[in-house]
């Protein structure tokens, strides 16, 4: 079983809808949680930290289900910038420790 | 404030040649990452460097891979000598001490054929 599992999509949702994106991941020792988003031969760029209960930013909020090893993130109001793959991302040790991916979501925003 | 960068953004080389590659992270970050995608796969994490020293390793494949951090700036990490499924992206990553997020650089893009 991968450590972060990810749906890989893709979804493909019109502009202005709402979209979900779930993850799940296996360490119960994880202390902290990441979105990321990438876009094609691109880096990572980090989209949300996830430290708590969940947290909102603009049309972005992301959840965390400690007890069932659960993340997600809402995107509202879809825009077309926002076709992309949004990785879930996993921090099993302290401060700075190394990150765990998943194999990331791909979204495709259509007119 | 400057990004992470790296050098450089792709590179060709031979089974058997060496390859460096060089890591900038963001200025005053003690905190340096090394991870790789390799096709088809998820990104792994190779390295971590707090300053000069490795503060862990245990993503490194095998010995053929060696990464520096010579006065706590840049990075260089080495293949030698590179094989086929050393083929991937490397990517390096920074972040403040005592905290949790990284930033990454725009990764090298290494073939090996």
């Known amino acids: 079983r991968k450590e972060v599992e990810q749906d890989p999509g893709p979804f493909n949702v019109p502009e202005g809808a709402t979209v979900a994106f779930n993850c799940t991941y296996s360490?119960?020792?994880?202390?902290?949680f990441f979105w990321y988003r990438q876009d094609c031969r691109k880096e990572p760029k980090l989209l949300m930290s996830v430290y708590s209960s969940g947290n909102e930013d603009g049309r972005f909020t992301a959840q965390l289900n400690r007890a069932s090893q659960y993340i997600s993130l809402l995107i509202r109001d879809s825009k077309l910038s926002d076709s992309a793959t949004y990785l879930c991302?996993?921090?099993?040790?302290?401060?700075?420790?190394?990150?765990?991916f998943g194999t990331g979501t791909r979204l495709q925003v259509t007119l | 404030e400057a990004g992470v960068t790296q050098f450089p953004s792709h590179s060709v080389i031979e089974k058997g040649q060496t390859v460096t590659l060089r890591c900038d992270p963001i200025?005053?970050?003690?905190?340096l990452y090394w991870y790789r995608r390799v096709m088809g796969k998820e990104i792994k994490f190779l390295l971590h460097f707090v300053k000069e020293s490795k503060q862990d390793e245990s993503g490194m494949p095998n010995n053929r891979f060696l990464a520096e951090r010579t006065g706590g700036t840049y990075s260089t990490l080495k293949v030698q000598p590179a094989e086929l499924e050393d083929s991937g992206v490397y990517f390096c990553?920074?972040?403040?001490?005592?905290?949790?997020?990284?930033?990454f650089g725009p990764g090298t893009r290494l073939t090996v054929t």
């Open positions: 991302v996993v921090n099993t040790g302290g401060t700075a420790s190394k990150l765990t």
């Open positions: 360490n119960s020792a994880s202390q902290s």
């Open positions: 200025s005053g970050h003690d905190n």
């Open positions: 990553a920074s972040g403040h001490a005592g905290t949790y997020e990284q930033y």
